[in-house]
Nanobody
Framework: QVQLVESGGGSVQAGGSLRLSCAAS????????MGWFRQAPGKQREGVAAIDTLSKTTTYAASVKGRFTISQDNAKNTVYLQMNSLKPEDTAVYYC???????WGCGFVQNEYNSWGQGTQVTVSS
């Protein structure tokens, strides 16, 4: 059974940085997608960043492009989300998610992701 555990959330002032981690266990796929999603109060959950674990190709939402970076450490089976130049509108619960094995590009179609973490809170104050 796939397990995803996020960490690294917290409170920061606008302009600051945080790094989220997602430790994965319970599976070994040669290729799948790992994604970060977020849900702000009163809003729908939205995709933030995704990475193809074989090609390392990344995808970003327009709202975070140039500020956030998704990366992975295969040896640690961990995916990271480095968040710089944080804004109050980045405040949300951030979720890590994984797809089953796949051989095409990674995006933000949520029902393609069948494993989800419990979420970690990120709060950015102005």
């Amino acid at each position: 059974q796939v397990q995803l555990v996020e960490s690294g959330g917290g409170s920061v002032q606008a302009g600051g940085s945080l790094r989220l981690s997602c430790a994965a266990s319970g599976y070994t796929y040669s290729r799948n997608c790992m994604g970060w999603f977020r849900q702000a109060p009163g809003k729908q959950r939205e995709g933030v960043a995704a990475i193809d674990t074989l090609s390392k190709t990344t995808t970003y939402a327009a709202s975070v492009k140039g500020r956030f970076t998704i990366s992975q450490d295969n040896a640690k089976n961990t995916v990271y989300l480095q968040m710089n130049s944080l804004k109050p509108e980045d405040t949300a619960v951030y979720y890590c998610a994984a797809t089953p094995p796949r051989f095409w590009g990674c995006g933000f179609v949520q029902n393609e992701y069948n494993s989800w973490g419990q979420g970690t809170q990120v709060t950015v104050s102005s």
